[in-house]
Nanobody, 120 residues
Framework: QVHVVESGGGLAQAGGSLRLSCVAS????????LGWYRQAPGKERELVAS???????NCADSVKGRFTISRDNTKNTVYLQMNSLKSEDTAVYYC??????????????WGQGTQVTVSS
């Protein structure tokens, strides 16, 4: 069974930094695509950043230059380094794992979410 667990959220001041971590188990981590999503109150969940099995990354325009996604396959962990935080970054952040190695379909798994609150 696949488990995805986020950590590292909390309260930060505007202009500050936080690093989120997401550990996965029960899957072939190195062959899975990973992403960080966020959902603010009253808004839809949106993609923040993603990283492929080969390490290629993609970030939403709203966080480019401020957030960095990375992965450590030896630790089954994906990170989201968030710098220059803004109040609009306040949201619940979710880790997404997609098993792109499966022959039929690409099952997705989500963590429980971690709250990030940025005070201005």
């Amino acid at each position: 069974q696949v488990h995805v667990v986020e950590s590292g959220g909390g309260l930060a001041q505007a202009g500050g930094s936080l690093r989120l971590s997401c550990v996965a188990s029960g899957t072939i981590f190195s062959l899975s695509a990973l992403g960080w999503y966020r959902q603010a109150p009253g808004k839809e969940r949106e993609l923040v950043a993603s990283i492929s099995t080969g390490g290629s990354t993609n970030c939403a325009d709203s966080v480019k230059g401020r957030f960095t996604i990375s992965r450590d396959n030896t630790k089954n962990t994906v990170y989201l380094q968030m710098n220059s935080l803004k109040s609009e970054d306040t949201a619940v952040y979710y880790c997404n794992l997609r098993e792109v190695f499966r022959v039929r379909g690409e099952p997705e798994y989500w963590g429980q979410g971690t709250q990030v609150t940025v005070s201005s």
